[in-house]
DNA sequence: AGCACGCCGACT
DNA sequence: GTCGGCGTGCTC
């Protein structure tokens, strides 16, 4: 039998792949996709690793090292992920180990802790030690194993590593390598009958003999009539039980300790499995009968197909029924969501129809779920009744094992939040559903109400087909838009705090009517920046290169960077003068100023600040729902996955702020946003309005929203991109380079600005300072690179890992930290 | 990433 | 003098 090697990912930053030998007794046993637990790098660290490639290629420079334990009977990464990874790993330009580290549930990945402990016949060598390892055999006296970390807590030192080391020599201590499986199967203890008690005579004694003890009698009552509701099955659920009689645990261990019921232990899924009945699909009216059909006719010979429609034209229904067809057919389908539009709205409307088949992944599910859904969709058989078949979930949910895909839909295709910024692999969800679609051989749907210019291009192009939807759903009509001019507003002291009096009078109107408001602010806190009129001068974070922004509710100035906080003073720290004043205003001085101008107003604000923990956005969600407020105060997040009935008016209170952002996308995005927001407003029976609250009225992106006209936004649009090298005509790769210390920075960019600029000449664009220079004491200095979408993306690739190599290879930048984000955001 | 090795400043 | 800081190189 001939030794096998295997080609492992390792969980880390590192390029390549790291070869290992497989032991005798684990030959054959191997498969790629498995996980193993190896020791890697000089401190020999275990880490779980994953099998890539299999061979009997020895490694001739240097010599293997084993792999020390195989963690799965069968391979958990299939084959379409290894190739989706291997995608992702060359044309984001991350390493194996990044995507891997994306693609994996934590609890997937087993921590290695190396623990010590004291070892036998430790004493001897007692007197032997130094203060500092005295002090640690001290620490292990108490008899537990310490971990590093707490080693150095003990000391109050940092490098505890030759301490170990000496103590080892010594023969004081032991190493242990503990792996521990993180994932912990959720149990849930039932009651039984014992064996002997099953038997009608033992258990008739044990009647008689428990009149003298009521309340468990009453128990055991309990326990038969529940076993009889649940058609004899033999157990019930101990808290069921114990609820249901009003007893304690003590009751029942006493009829344990008497053998008259026992325990058994169950491992359940932590999904709740859904309970209710599943509907049939609705009839779809004709547009989306149309819709449907064009979307499967040019499924015939498109890969992608862009759906176009309207806020609230009844998209949903139209997924549905593609799904539908999907599932039908014995396939799975992924459908992907910007992590804030994954509300209870929308799971609920599928599980209506699809039941147990949905499944639900997203950053708010907490691990030992996350690998729950993983196990759930691995264990797709298809034909069987399968659940999870239905995956609705953020970008993330990409990764999962799906082996018999026949549908990809996103929707709100056009968010940004579908980018991942960090950290690696910085990829773009919509961009890596088509090439997972790929490798399934099925087709992508992308969803909006207003398109990326980049897909919209692409369907242009005919590279992607184009199905429109023009109406709203049931004929409701489209918000009226108008636009406040607080310019004009503000000179002729009209304004009331950051309220124009159109916005305040249509306002009034409503809450008269009882009908409700949004307001849009995209910025959360107070106030951005507290001004001193004196100097000039605002407090600034001291680790980031921005001004603190005032947050009353905690009374505090804080770093939307890194969340440094001081507390907010009236004397200006650089004058000491008593002059300082809040300029600007977010979410939180607006949500007061709403409090001034209409008392009576139930408000509730929702933003990053009060959505924090896991229910707070469903719950802030559901009382907007069922009326219990009558304005909600928002950044971006009102703009998503809410559908309510009553909202008549939604305001933007300053919508310069977006368009004046520097950024290539900020005309399209402010688009995207107010189209958005507007489209919240006016449901059923009545046409609702829109206010745009600018300082320029006139702008034409404003013109564009109001007179809902996509196309000229994006004529425009594409003009732009054009003339000025942008996608979808170039493709764009950022480089961001990083350190400490302001001069070895400066000394990095300019070495990597010539390598980058022999390399593309022209085409790169900077060094760039970014609007925020520095954030957690990092000066940052930004390069552009554009390239033409028609030039070879291999030979691109090459070159930038060639200047990439050239530039690390000297030790002057070993210390500046270097990210490349393809398609950068 | 994380660990070891090696070279320089502040304490006994 | 040494302890302990951090820059540099390597990991199968």
């Given at each position: 039998v001939k030794t096998q090697f295997a080609d492992l990912i390792l969980p880390l930053a590192i390029p390549g792949l790291f070869t290992y030998r497989v032991p005798a007794v684990l030959n054959g046993k191997v498969m790629v996709g498995q996980r193993v637990i190896v020791a890697f790098?000089?401190?020999?660290?275990?880490?779980?690793?994953?099998?890539?490639?299999?061979?009997?290629?020895?490694?001739?420079?240097?010599?293997?090292?084993?792999?020390?334990?195989?963690?799965?009977?069968?391979?958990?990464?299939?084959?379409?992920?290894?190739?989706?990874?291997?995608?992702?790993?060359?044309?984001?330009?991350?390493?194996?180990?990044?995507?891997?580290?994306?693609?994996?549930?934590g609890a997937l990945k087993l921590a290695g802790e190396t623990k010590v402990m004291l070892k036998q016949g430790y004493e001897q060598a007692r007197d032997d030690l130094n203060d500092r390892e005295y002090l640690i055999v001290e620490a292990l006296e108490v008899g537990v194993a310490l971990q590093m970390s707490e080693i150095a807590d003990v000391l109050g030192i940092k490098g505890v590593q030759p301490y170990i080391k000496s103590l080892l020599e010594k023969e004081v201590i032991v190493v242990l390598?503990?792996?521990?499986?993180?994932?912990?199967?959720?149990?849930?203890?039932?009651?039984?009958?014992?064996?002997?008690?099953?038997?009608?005579?033992?258990?008739?004694?044990?009647?008689?003999?428990?009149?003298?003890?009521?309340?468990?009698?009453?128990?055991?009552?309990?326990?038969?009539?529940?076993?009889?509701?649940?058609?004899?099955?033999?157990?019930?659920?101990?808290?069921?039980?114990?609820?249901?009689?009003?007893?304690?645990?003590?009751?029942?261990?006493?009829l344990v300790k008497k053998s008259v019921l026992c325990y058994e232990e169950e491992e359940v899924g932590r999904i709740p499995v859904f309970s209710g009945t599943c509907t049939d699909v609705k009839t779809l009216n004709d547009q989306q009968q149309e819709a449907l059909k064009a979307i499967e006719q040019n499924f015939a010979s498109k890969d992608v197909v862009l759906l176009h429609g309207v806020t609230s034209s009844g998209k949903t229904e139209v997924y549905i029924h593609l799904i539908e067809k999907a599932l039908a057919a014995g396939e799975q389908v992924l459908y992907l969501l910007p992590e804030i539009a994954l509300t209870t709205q929308i799971i609920q409307r599928l599980q209506r129809h699809f039941g147990d088949r949905v499944g639900v992944y997203h950053s708010k599910f907490n691990q030992n779920e996350r690998v729950e859904v993983w196990r759930n969709v691995l264990d797709f058989k298809p034909g069987g009744d399968n659940r999870f078949q239905l995956v609705l979930g953020a970008r993330s949910a990409l990764f999962l094992p799906f082996s018999k895909l026949g549908l990809v839909i996103v929707d709100e295709e056009h968010e940004n939040t579908f980018k991942q910024y960090d950290p690696a692999p910085r990829y773009h969800a919509r961009d890596t559903a088509t090439v997972l679609a790929a490798i399934h051989g099925t087709k992508v749907l992308l969803g909006s109400a207003t398109p990326s210019i980049e897909s919209a291009w692409n369907a242009q192009q005919g590279k992607y087909g184009l199905v429109k939807m023009e109406q709203r759903y049931g004929g409701v009509q489209m918000p009226e838009i108008c636009c406040a001019d607080i310019a004009d507003d503000t000179k002729k002291k009209k304004m009331k705090g950051h309220f124009s009096p159109l916005l305040l009078e249509m306002m009034t109107e409503a809450l008269e009517n009882k009908e409700q408001v949004i307001l849009f602010q995209n910025r959360r806190g107070y106030a951005p920046i507290l001004l001193c009129e004196t100097c000039g001068n605002s407090p600034q974070c001291v680790n980031c290169d921005v001004s603190l922004t005032y947050h009353k509710y905690s009374g505090k100035l804080v770093c939307h960077y890194c969340n440094y906080a001081i507390n907010m003073t009236s004397v200006c720290p650089s004058c000491q003068s008593t002059t300082l004043n809040l300029k600007g205003f977010g979410t939180e001085k607006l949500e007061e100023e709403l409090a001034i101008y209409f008392p009576e107003a139930r408000r509730a604000r929702m933003d990053l600040d009060t959505t924090r923990s896991k229910n707070a956005y469903q719950n802030i969600?559901?009382?907007?729902?069922?009326?219990?407020?009558?304005?909600?105060?928002?950044?971006?997040?009102?703009?998503?996955?809410?559908?309510?009935?009553?909202?008549?008016?939604?305001?933007?209170?300053?919508?310069?702020?977006?368009?004046?952002?520097?950024?290539?996308?900020?005309?399209?995005?402010?688009?995207?946003?107010?189209?958005?927001?507007?489209?919240?407003?006016?449901?059923?029976?009545k046409r609702g309005k829109v206010i745009i609250q600018a300082y320029n009225p006139n702008h034409s992106i404003i013109r564009n929203v109001i007179d809902y006209d996509y196309q000229a936004m994006y004529s425009s649009e594409i003009l732009e991109r054009r003339n000025f090298h942008y996608p979808p005509f170039y493709r764009l790769i950022a480089f961001t380079l990083r350190h400490k210390d302001r001069e070895q920075l400066d000394e990095s960019v300019v070495s990597f600005g010539k390598l980058l600029k022999a390399g593309f000449g022209n085409r790169v664009l900077g060094p760039h300072t970014p609007v925020i220079s520095r954030i957690r004491n990092y000066y940052h200095r930004d390069f552009l690179l554009k390239v033409e979408r028609k030039a070879s993306l291999k030979v691109v690739r090459q070159k930038i890992h060639e200047i990439i190599t050239e530039f690390e290879s000297d030790k002057q930048h070993r210390s500046t930290r270097l990210k490349v984000d393809v398609d950068p955001y």
């Open positions: 790098g000089t401190g020999n660290r275990r880490y779980t690793a994953l099998i890539k490639k299999l061979h009997e290629q020895p490694p001739a420079a240097y010599e293997a090292k084993y792999i020390e334990e195989l963690l799965d009977d069968h391979p958990i990464v299939n084959e379409q992920q290894l190739q989706l990874w291997d995608w992702i790993t060359n044309y984001y330009l991350a390493t194996p180990g990044d995507v891997m580290n994306a693609a994996l549930p390598e503990e792996v521990k499986e993180k994932y912990k199967p959720k149990k849930v203890t039932y009651v039984g009958l014992t064996e002997e008690a099953k038997n009608e005579e033992v258990l008739k004694a044990h009647f008689t003999t428990l009149e003298k003890a009521p309340k468990q009698l009453e128990v055991l009552m309990a326990f038969l009539q529940m076993d009889a509701e649940n058609k004899h099955t033999g157990k019930v659920n101990k808290l069921q039980l114990l609820k249901r009689v009003g007893a304690t645990a003590t009751t029942l261990n006493q969600i559901y009382d907007f729902e069922q009326g219990e407020v009558d304005v909600l105060v928002g950044t971006q997040m009102v703009t998503k996955g809410l559908d309510f009935d009553k909202v008549a008016v939604v305001g933007i209170l300053n919508a310069d702020n977006m368009l004046n952002f520097p950024d290539f996308r900020s005309f399209e995005r402010s688009f995207q946003l107010m189209s958005q927001v507007a489209g919240r407003a006016g449901r059923k029976q």
